[in-house]
Every structure is written in C-alpha cells, then in structure tokens.
C-alpha cells in the first residue's frame, strides 16, 4: 500500500537554528499538508499546499516557516530560526484530490519528531 | 468553525471486549467527511476507518466500525473483540475545506484506549 514517507524520525536541534523536514507525498496525490503535535496535546492544522503554492495557513504557520515542493516528489517544511515551544511532532499528509469515499482520506506520514534545545 | 469533542480522555476495556469511543462534532457544511485514527505510543498517525455525510451506511473496517448518527451529531467508534495492541490514543476527525476550498483535518483532543489483559 503506498504511504507518505517522513525523514528524518527524529530531528535535535539547537534554539535559532534552521531545520528542514522532508515529506515524499503519496505519488498520484495533488494536495499536501504539514501538521503539528505538541507532546500530550491534539494534532494542529499548519498548512495546505496545492499546485506550488499555499492554500491555507493558521495563525501558528508565521513568517519562520515555510513549505517547498522543490521537485516532483518532496515536500519540505522549513523551520528557519527555531523556538523551543516549536518542540513537536511534525506529520505531513497528502490527499489525492478526488471525490468519492473511497478517496476522501488524508494518509499521514509516520511524523518527524523535532525537539529544539 | 468546525469542532470535534471527544469527551472520553481515558478509556479502559477488558481484552476481547468491545468498546465505544464517543466523538460529537459540529458544522455548518452539508459535506463532510469524519475520520478516527490511531496513535500508539511509538506516534504514527494511522487511518482506521471514513465516514462520508452522504454514506447511508455506516462505515465498517473489519474490528472497527462508525455509529454514525447525523442528526446527533455523533460519529463514535466500536472497537469489537480488543486486543492488547488496540491500547492507543483514538482521535475522532472532521474533513472541512480551507479557505482554497480544499479540504483539511480538524482533529479532536483524543481518547485514550487501555486494553486490560
């Protein structure tokens, strides 16, 4: 069965530093998404992508992050100066687009795991 | 503003038992979709079952299957015959369109399901 791929498992980084998680989106699937888990709290939309851009962003998606479909097969959120509170699980999704039950479902990724220092 | 409750935090249930995770959520929208995945501790996010608003039938997933109640506003989860490696976190979570009109996820905060030997 085709899944969303996420690298790495677990990201360490130090506060003010820039990370990047990579996310290989299910192949013939057009919409891509990041999401966030703090420890213990409930999974947070951040962002939607669709055809190269944003489609929709929360308020906690600000000007320190950013997403990227650099190819025809990753999708890349960035971090670019990083927080102690953006301390999470970072699951990217992706969902094909069509209509019809059978292919209303997003599939998630296994999560990257980010902890900042 | 679309919103799911869980009002379950923790549940327990006997192996071999059958259990209910109760999920009530509220939109304005004639189309939606409602999803459960499952969070073991290892914290992947696992598709178990989709109900679409337009299904007539409840949605089934061999041990798992949706109580979907429309005009309650209820889309419970029934785990039959639970095993030891049901013992997860269970989020109830609402397809809704972003402000492209594409869909999104909004989750709810999860329950907690302990299998007991």
């Known amino acids: 069965e085709p899944e969303v791929t996420q690298t790495p498992s677990h990201q360490v980084t130090q506060m003010g530093q820039e990370v990047i998680l990579r996310c290989v989106p299910i192949?013939?699937?057009?919409?891509f998404y990041w999401y966030r888990q703090i420890l213990g709290q409930k999974v947070e939309f951040l962002v939607s992508?669709?055809?190269?851009?944003?489609?929709?962003k929360s308020e906690i998606f600000d000007d320190q992050f950013s997403v990227e479909r650099p190819d025809g097969s990753n999708f890349t959120l960035k971090i670019r100066s990083t927080k102690l509170e953006d301390s999470a699980m970072y699951f990217c999704?992706?969902?094909?687009?069509?209509?019809?039950?059978?292919?209303?479902?997003?599939?998630f990724g296994a999560g990257t795991r980010l902890s900042v220092l | 503003a679309q919103k799911i409750t869980q009002t379950q935090p923790g549940m327990f249930v006997q192996e071999k038992e059958a259990v209910t995770l109760d999920c009530t959520y509220d939109?304005?929208?004639?189309?939606?979709?409602l999803f459960w995945y499952k969070q073991p501790s290892s914290g992947e996010m696992i598709f178990l079952i989709y109900?679409?608003?337009?299904?007539?039938q409840n949605a089934t997933e061999g041990r798992y299957s949706l109580n979907f109640q429309k005009a309650r506003k209820s889309a419970n989860l029934v785990i039959s015959a639970s095993q030891l490696g049901d013992s997860a976190m269970y989020f109830c979570?609402?397809?809704?369109?972003?402000?492209?009109?594409?869909?999104?996820?909004?989750f709810g905060t999860g329950t907690k399901l302990q299998v007991i030997p």
């Open positions: 979570a609402m397809r809704d369109r972003d402000s492209g009109g594409y869909q999104k996820v909004t």
């Open positions: 109900q679409g608003s337009y299904d007539e």
């Open positions: 992508f669709y055809n190269n851009e944003i489609s929709e």
């Open positions: 939109t304005s929208d004639q189309s939606y979709g």
């Open positions: 192949s013939n699937h057009l919409y």
């Open positions: 999704a992706s969902w094909t687009g069509a209509s019809g039950s059978s292919k209303n479902i997003q599939y």
